[in-house]
T-cell receptor
């Protein structure tokens, strides 16, 4: 089965810096990779998706890259703000298989 | 209206009780999902309904019984649960689900029901 790991359980960065979160997977490459944000006690909120044949996607301060050779996706938040503090989840999709990664808790320090 | 609502927000039940979780969306989505999330863990997919038919059952114990009365409603019936079933139960919906392309079909999540089994 697919194993999905996200870098360190928790990441602390200073406001204004770029946060970089990683999502590593084993086994087969997903057709799509999605990124979600989850705040405590709430459901995940979709942010971005990237296809296996795409290298990079951007949306405002967010950037996602996808390297099928390394079996890795990177999620960047530039000019980070305290409001960006949350847990970020990657999700891998292939056919009808949908799996969330372990999540990374990001804290942006003012 | 891009909201998925779930009731109740909190539920405490004994192992012999029968209860139901409810989920509703009015976005015209044809796919609905149940997830289970334990503390500090990612959501785990339990069931997927696509066009009111059960499409995916991820080897969930029979003490969890899903029901989709219509395209806007999704229930999860609970019976004879165990304490280890205590978790946040999330409902989600998407435009097409398995009828379309799951990878590009954005899921909208509800706030969840916090379930405690005593």
């Amino acid at each position: 089965s697919q194993k999905i790991e996200q870098n360190s359980e928790a990441l602390n960065i200073q406001e204004g810096k770029t946060a970089t979160l990683t999502c590593n997977y084993t086994n087969y490459s997903p057709a799509y990779l999605q990124w979600y944000r989850q705040d405590p006690g709430r459901g995940p909120v979709f942010l971005l998706l990237i296809r296996e044949n795409e290298k990079e996607k951007r949306k405002e301060r967010l950037k996602v890259t996808f390297d099928t050779t390394l079996k890795q996706s990177l999620f960047h938040i530039t000019a980070s703000q305290p409001a960006d503090s949350a847990t970020y989840l990657c999700a891998l999709v292939r056919g009808n298989q949908f799996y969330f990664g372990t999540g990374t808790s990001l804290t942006v320090i003012p | 209206d891009t909201e998925v609502t779930q009731t109740p927000k909190h539920l405490v039940m004994g192992m012999t009780n029968k209860k139901s979780l409810k989920c509703e969306q009015h976005m015209g989505h044809r796919a609905m999902y149940w997830y289970k999330q334990k503390a500090k863990k990612p959501p785990e997919l339990m069931f997927v309904y696509s066009y009111e038919k059960l499409s995916i059952n991820e080897s969930v114990p029979s003490r969890f019984s899903p029901e989709c009365p219509n395209s806007s409603l999704l229930n999860l019936h609970l019976h004879a649960l165990q304490p280890e079933d205590s978790a946040l139960y999330l409902c989600a919906s998407s435009q097409e689900g398995l009828a379309g392309d799951l990878g590009t079909d954005t899921q909208y999540f509800g706030p969840g029901t916090r379930l405690t089994v005593l």
